[in-house]
T-cell receptor, first 114, second 113 residues
Framework: DSGVTQTPKHLITATGQRVTLRCSPR?????VYWYQQSLDQGLQFLIQ???????AKGNILERFSAQQFPDLHSELNLSSLELGDSALYFC?????????????FGSGTRLTVV | DQQVKQNSPSLSVQEGRISILNCDYT??????FLWYKKYPAEGPTFLIS?????DKNEDGRFTVFLNKSAKHLSLHIVPSQPGDSAVYFC????????????FGAGTRLFVKA
């Protein structure tokens, strides 16, 4: 157990629907990062939050949004889902905003859009 | 635009020998480089890192080498063990503003007993 909790582990939904993925960071970590991994590809950076504020944005679609709450948990909202959104979504956390210590990843949420 | 490239999708090595995983990057502003290991059904696990001011960092059986002029880094595992069989991701980040750590596509390492 890495200390980063992602729920749900698996999600199957239909095209056009909206889902919310949840992440609880490791205790004491202020930064949360979201990554998408599609079909054995690398991890694509989506977005980073630090202590409730957005700090960096990657290739996140306009249909996707995220937020970090006062208790530091984060949610990734995916709307108007398309088949191509099927992927593993990872959340990671770190004490600060990155650096040489690396991130702690959760075990991911596998999203299947049918 | 792939800023971090791992050109070998897979690598097979005999137990006890050296495993060398390679990574190239294009963004000269990257100043932190990291390696992660990933087992099936788990998230990536941080392995080792190096700052751009160094050219080598060692941690037990794992050593990362950085060649800034060539924009190339490598991870050496010696001796390789069957438990090292996993997907290895190279990652790089730029220490300006927020950290956007960019990951390569990964190299699957098979260590044969």
């Amino acid at each position: 157990d890495s200390g980063v909790t992602q729920t749900p582990k698996h999600l199957i939904t239909a095209t056009g629907q909206r889902v919310t993925l949840r992440c609880s960071p490791r205790s004491g970590d202020l930064s949360v990062y979201w990554y998408q991994q599609s079909l054995d590809q690398g991890l694509q950076f989506l977005i980073q939050y630090y202590n409730g504020e957005e700090r960096a944005k990657g290739n996140i679609l306009e249909r996707f949004s995220a937020q970090q709450f006062p208790d530091l948990h984060s949610e990734l909202n995916l709307s108007s889902l398309e088949l191509g959104d099927s992927a593993l979504y990872f959340c990671a956390s770190s004490a600060r905003t990155g650096g040489l210590g690396g991130y702690t990843f959760g075990s991911g949420t596998r999203l299947t859009v049918v | 635009d792939q800023q971090v490239k791992q050109n070998s999708p897979s690598l097979s090595v005999q137990e006890g020998r050296i495993s060398i995983l390679n990574c190239d990057y294009t963004n000269s502003m990257f100043d932190y480089f990291l390696w992660y290991k990933k087992y099936p059904a788990e998230g990536p696990t941080f392995l080792i890192s190096i700052s751009s001011i160094k050219d080598k960092n060692e941690d037990g059986r794992f050593t990362v080498f950085l060649n800034k002029s060539a924009k190339h880094l490598s991870l050496h595992i010696v001796p390789s063990q069957p438990g090292d069989s996993a997907v290895y991701f190279c990652a790089a980040s730029e220490h300006t503003g927020g950290f956007k750590t960019i990951f390569g596509a990964g190299t699957r390492l098979f260590v044969k007993a």
